[in-house]
Nanobody, 121 residues
Framework: QVQLVESGGGLVQPGGSLRLSCAAS????????MSWHRQAPGKQRELVAS???????NYADSVKGRFTISRDNAQNTVYLQMNSLKPEDTAVYYC???????????????WGHGTQVTVSS
């Protein structure tokens, strides 16, 4: 069974940094996209950054120049380096992946359970 497990969230002061990790486990045939989304209280979930298997990345305007997404294809892991954090970055961050398990070879979207990031002094 495929699972996405996030780690690295926590409490940080404004201007600080955090690095999130998300590892896809299980028997996986192929991962196409990996991305990070976030949901703040009372708001809709939004895309933060995405990256293809070839390394092409896209970012939300609100995080451009501050966040960097990267992935390790050999480890089926995606990272989100977050610098110059602001209080408005406070949210639950979710990992997302479009992949095909070896059991079905059928592409589907998988979500992690989320990790809390709180930016506060």
């Amino acid at each position: 069974q495929v699972q996405l497990v996030e780690s690295g969230g926590g409490l940080v002061q404004p201007g600080g940094s955090l690095r999130l990790s998300c590892a896809a486990s299980g028997s996986i045939f192929r991962i196409v996209t990996m991305s990070w989304h976030r949901q703040a209280p009372g708001k809709q979930r939004e895309l933060v950054a995405s990256i293809t298997s070839s390394g092409s990345a896209n970012y939300a305007d609100s995080v451009k120049g501050r966040f960097t997404i990267s992935r390790d294809n050999a480890q089926n892991t995606v990272y989100l380096q977050m610098n110059s954090l602001k209080p408005e970055d406070t949210a639950v961050y979710y990992c997302n992946s479009g992949l095909a398990p070896s059991s079905t070879y059928t592409y589907n979207i998988y979500w992690g359970h989320g990790t809390q990031v709180t930016v506060s002094s």
